[in-house]
């Protein structure tokens, strides 16, 4: 069992910067690959970015790429999200997830185990 929660959301202007920080429990983090998703309101949940176990291979949204950088520290069970550059589009309850124990193919989808979201609000 893997448990994860947020941190880190908040009102940031357009053009301004977050990081989210996603904190695990349990001993199994390193093998899982870790996503970020986020919903906005009226939308579907939808992919954002998602690292390796080992952090050193890393896939994104196209509508992130070049201004989100996931990464990690197992050896202290987080991921993070970095948020660059950030757009009132961006507005979003965002959610880590881990994926299937000893999983290592990078997935949009699939994951088992979720946080309880962390509100992003950019504002124009």
């Known amino acids: 069992q893997v448990q994860l929660v947020e941190f880190g959301g908040g009102l940031v202007q357009a053009g301004g910067s977050l990081r989210l920080s996603c904190a695990a429990s349990?001993?199994?983090?390193?093998?899982?690959?870790m996503g970020w998703f986020r919903q906005a309101p009226g939308k579907e949940r939808e992919f954002v970015a998602v690292?390796?176990?080992?952090?050193?291979?890393?896939d994104y949204a196209d509508s992130v790429k070049g201004r989100f950088t996931i990464s990690r520290d197992n050896a202290n069970n987080t991921v993070y999200l970095q948020m660059n550059s950030l757009k009132p589009e961006d507005t979003a309850v965002y959610y880590c997830?881990?994926?299937?124990?000893?999983?290592?193919?990078?997935?949009?989808?699939?994951?088992?185990?979720w946080g309880q979201g962390t509100q992003v609000t950019v504002s124009s």
């Open positions: 690292i390796s176990w080992s952090g050193g291979v890393a």
């Open positions: 349990g001993r199994t983090f390193s093998r899982h690959v």
């Open positions: 997830a881990a994926g299937p124990l000893g999983g290592s193919v990078l997935r949009r989808r699939g994951y088992d185990y």
